[in-house]
């Protein structure tokens, strides 16, 4: 059974917090990927990752940074947390592109930041 | 710049009728497409999938249409059940020089009525 698992269900945060979100994946896949969820906007590329320490900014990098030392883990960071980035944050990962590309997703992390 | 859009925010039907949802997309180079369905607090998960060499993809009450000149493509639901209500995100991806990056659009709530 394919599993990604983030550290966190619920995070509750202060302004100006240095925040660790932690993701882990079992299936080997090469690519991970974290995104957030808001109400209306959809779920929006923040980071991705195709190789360890390697990355590539996605559509809405700004804020945080991203580390992958190990193929398995994928972390987000927040250098200094901001409300605006109180958020759902999903962690997904997939295996190359090929005709039955699909991304796992974990469950997700409730991010509030006060 | 939204390359792909659910304009449809929510949608409510009568248990046992189809559900269709709808999603453009503007981006003519991505050739695969897949929905995925999130309920709250829990991460999204793979529903169907279809690539752009097909129109249509089925896979028991759910069928994908994909309409290439319209760039539009379409998720049913046959026939609904109360168990499919849910947010619907469909996302696209590039297959040449693709990362196995997925776009989303905006997601679309069903409420399937019993």
């Keep these: 059974d394919v599993k990604v698992t983030q550290s966190s269900r619920y995070l509750v945060k202060r302004t100006g917090e240095k925040v660790f979100l932690e993701c882990v994946q079992d299936m080997d896949h090469e690519n991970m990927f974290w995104y957030r969820q808001d109400p209306g906007l959809g779920l929006r590329l923040i980071y991705f990752s195709y190789d360890v320490k390697m990355k590539e900014k ?26 605006n980035q109180t958020s759902m944050y999903l962690c997904a990962s997939s295996s190359p592109p090929g005709p039955n590309t699909e991304a796992f997703f974990g469950q997700g992390t409730r991010l509030t930041v006060v | 710049d939204q390359q792909v859009k659910q304009n449809s925010p ?101 409420q399937v009525k019993p």
């Design chain 2, 10 to 110: 929510s949608l409510s039907v009568q248990e046992g009728r189809i559900s269709i949802l709808n999603c453009d997309y503007t981006n003519s180079m991505f050739d695969y497409f897949l929905w995925y369905k999130k309920y709250p607090a829990e991460g999204p998960t793979f529903l169907i999938s279809i690539s752009s060499i097909k129109d249509k993809n089925e896979d028991g009450r759910f069928t994908v249409f994909l309409n290439k000149s319209a760039k539009h493509l379409s998720l049913h639901i046959v026939p609904s059940q109360p168990g499919d209500s849910a947010v619907y995100f469909c996302a696209a991806s590039r297959g040449s020089g693709n990362t196995g990056k997925l776009i989303f659009g905006q997601g679309t709530t069903l």
């Design chain 1, 58 to 83: 996605g559509d809405i990098p700004e804020g945080y940074s991203v580390s992958r030392e190990k193929k398995e883990r994928f972390s987000l960071i927040l250098e200094s947390a901001s409300t």
